[in-house]
Nanobody, 117 residues
Framework: QVQLVESGGGLVQAGGSLRLSCKVS????????RGWYRQAPGKQRELVAL???????NYQDSVKGRFTISRDYAKNTMYLQMNSLKPEDTAVYYC???????????WGQGTQVTVSS
């Protein structure tokens, strides 16, 4: 079973930066893609950034140019570097793994990011 654990969330002022980490364990070779999602109160969970095993990336338009998804293969860790944070970025952030031959994604427990004005 693939397991994901996020960390790095916190409270930051607008314009500040945070770096989220996602430690991946289990059968990592079953992972077809990885990504970061977020969910604000009263809103649907939305895609923030995706990374395919090839290394190609895709970003939500609202974070493009500010956020960067990356991966450290040796440490089995995925990162989301968030710069120029805005209050509207406030949400619980989740890392996710897409599993080969499975209709279900694996999710971490989430980490809270709060951006003050």
């Amino acid at each position: 079973q693939v397991q994901l654990v996020e960390s790095g969330g916190g409270l930051v002022q607008a314009g500040g930066s945070l770096r989220l980490s996602c430690k991946v364990s289990g059968n990592i070779f079953s992972i077809n893609a990885r990504g970061w999602y977020r969910q604000a109160p009263g809103k649907q969970r939305e895609l923030v950034a995706l990374m395919a095993n090839s290394g190609s990336t895709n970003y939500q338009d609202s974070v493009k140019g500010r956020f960067t998804i990356s991966r450290d293969y040796a440490k089995n860790t995925m990162y989301l570097q968030m710069n120029s944070l805005k209050p509207e970025d406030t949400a619980v952030y989740y890392c996710s793994a897409k599993i080969r031959a499975s209709p279900y994604d694996v999710w971490g427990q989430g980490t809270q990011v709060t951006v003050s004005s």
